[in-house]
Nanobody, 120 residues
Framework: VQLQASGGGLVQPGGSLRLSCAAS????????MGWYRQAPGKQRELVAR???????NYADSVKGRFTISRENARNTVYLQMSSVNPEDTAVYYC???????????????WGQGTQVTVSS
């Protein structure tokens, strides 16, 4: 199983950016997908997550600015980031809680991380 994240980069304060993360491989079912981020010198924190049914949770710091969505048919999760500010600068990691063929349990798998830098 691989999770491939893309869409990071440099964006100006107040701007927008969309991150994507596609899961591939021997996947039977995906439960929750989401995004974490880690800024320099800080712990990794949850940004947003979405269940297979579409229920969402957001960190207080991004509510009203970020939107998480997913395409179940493509095993892909998105993070639309708007009104970004320098405090959003971090490496963003996607994850998927999924079940592989031949296994009975769900496990978390992680993407490689994509850098988001908010600066003028």
């Amino acid at each position: 199983v691989q999770l491939q994240a893309s869409g990071g980069g440099l964006v100006q304060p107040g701007g927008s950016l969309r991150l994507s993360c596609a899961a591939s491989g021997s996947i039977l079912s995906i439960s929750t997908m989401g995004w974490y981020r880690q800024a320099p010198g800080k712990q990794r924190e949850l940004v947003a997550r979405i269940t297979s049914g579409g229920s969402t949770n957001y960190a207080d710091s991004v509510k009203g600015r970020f939107t998480i969505s997913r395409e179940n048919a493509r095993n892909t999760v998105y993070l639309q980031m708007s009104s970004v500010n320098p405090e959003d600068t971090a490496v963003y990691y996607c994850y998927a809680n999924l079940r592989q063929y031949g296994r009975a349990s769900y496990f978390d798998f992680w993407g490689q991380g994509t850098q988001v830098t908010v600066s003028s």
